[in-house]
């Protein structure tokens, strides 16, 4: 009789211990981090697995920079860059997917958006020591940027750019496309809980667990353009991204001007109008373009382009200092009043 209460106590104290164990298991995210493209990228995971899934989710944005990178002699992107004018290049279904929805993009804005903008961002510097180009070699570059001339063959699986000088640079979309494959890895896996932040691109997967069955939004703040430890707004996501581009996360000064990393291929020249446009939707690769997009239409054109695309909501913030809040998101915004 003593046996079987004892037992019977062990029993308890052991579900107990795994319900504990469970518990704190939900509560302590793992937490991984890398540089990799270009950016400081940071993977949170809640519950069972997390260790290997938040491995395995930095493991694919390692996998696809690889490829993407256009500076990399080795990866997939640079051989079609070193191919441009002479003939097309076989490539991984990932490379082209995302070159395929990147031109799909540049046709939708006109080519506000355009992945072959890499001779301009040479031509500023970007790639190495920036400065500002001679008109000439601006006119030159522009010239060569052109995403009609991307050739896209799905049957033989390769890319091709018809013009010598040519080149594909996909930093205004690979990163959200990178996101929401590391986010597949984690649904995979059976992960419920995550939040991955890969720079300006933030994506929460389910709701933040708070312990005993309670849970909330994730909440991401948008950066002050001018002020990077302070915040402007906060914004509540569950199952969604939040992707910002913003005129201070590359530039330099020259004579007293401020010259940024994202360029109006109209002109030549660094978009003028806004200094940070946030984009929060389901798709990290759609939100990432669009910014971008906003970014160089500008404000109003920006967020009337917005609105045609369903399910995308924006926070543009204007050279002046003005907030505007566009699509579903004004529910989910709060403004941050600076102290
Ligand atoms: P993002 O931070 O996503 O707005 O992307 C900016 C990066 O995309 C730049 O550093 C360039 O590599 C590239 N880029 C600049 N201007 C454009 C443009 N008009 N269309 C597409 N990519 C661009
Ligand atoms: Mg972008």
Wanted: proline fraction near 4%; charged fraction near 20%; include cysteine.
């Amino acid at each position: 009789m003593r046996r079987v209460r004892l037992v019977g106590v062990l029993c308890v104290a052991v579900a107990a211990a795994l319900a504990l164990r469970g518990y704190l298991g939900t509560m302590q995210p793992v937490e991984r981090s890398d540089i990799l493209m270009d950016t400081f990228i940071r993977v949170r995971v809640y519950g069972r697995g997390a260790d290997a899934a938040a491995q395995a989710a930095l493991d694919e944005f390692r996998h696809l920079e690889r490829l993407l990178n256009p500076y990399d002699e080795g990866s997939e992107l640079a051989a079609i860059n070193r191919s441009a004018g002479k003939g097309p290049v076989k490539v991984s279904p990932e490379t082209f997917e995302v070159i395929e929805q990147a031109v799909r993009f540049a046709e939708s804005s006109g080519g506000a958006f355009d992945p072959t903008v890499l001779p301009l961002v040479k031509a500023w510097g970007f790639s190495g020591t920036p400065r500002v180009p001679a008109r000439e070699e601006l006119a030159t570059a522009r010239a060569l940027v052109d995403y009609r001339s991307v050739a896209l063959d799905k049957a033989s699986m390769t890319v091709g750019l018809l013009r010598n000088g040519m080149g594909l640079d996909l930093g205004a979309i690979a990163k959200g496309y990178a996101t929401d494959r590391a986010v597949a890895v984690l649904r995979a896996r059976g992960v419920k809980s995550a939040l991955i932040d890969a720079g300006g691109n933030v994506f929460a997967l389910g709701r933040k667990p708070l312990g005993f069955r309670r849970s909330s939004e994730w909440v991401v703040g948008i950066q002050h353009p001018r002020q990077s430890s302070e915040y402007l707004a906060r914004i509540r996501l569950e199952n969604e991204t939040a992707v910002t581009s913003g005129d201070y996360q590359r530039y330099f000064e020259a004579d007293g001007v401020r010259y940024h990393h994202i360029i109006d291929p109209r002109t030549g020249y660094p978009a003028r109008g806004l200094t940070s446009v946030t984009v929060v939707g389901a798709s990290s690769t759609a939100a990432d373009a669009l910014s971008t997009t906003v970014f160089v239409l500008g404000e109003r054109p920006g967020a009337e382009f917005l609105g045609r695309m369903a399910g995308f909501g924006a926070v543009l913030v204007t050279e002046g200092g003005g907030i505007t809040v566009t699509g579903n998101l004004e529910s989910k915004t709060e403004a941050i009043t600076p102290p």
